[in-house]
């Protein structure tokens, strides 16, 4: 049996969903949408791809407050940063 790559973990494939999400040029969530990279809380560094999609889309001061906070945010305050 092959060794797992990894494609499988939960973790990587919600990453790859939030850079997904990040290059996106219209995003579509419904109000109950929750928004938020809580990885500080689990300990983990985001990934530089990950980064280098979100500085462009809410820029500096949010992506900033994003991470340091490690909150989710639900859609309309989410929308009113520009996620």
Partial sequence: MPASDGGDDPRR???RRSELACQCDLRIAGHSARFGVPINRLGFAIAYDELAALLPLVGRA???EILVEGRVWGAEEAQAKGC
């Fill in 13 to 15: 494939l919600r990453r």
């Fill in 62 to 64: 949010v992506a900033l």
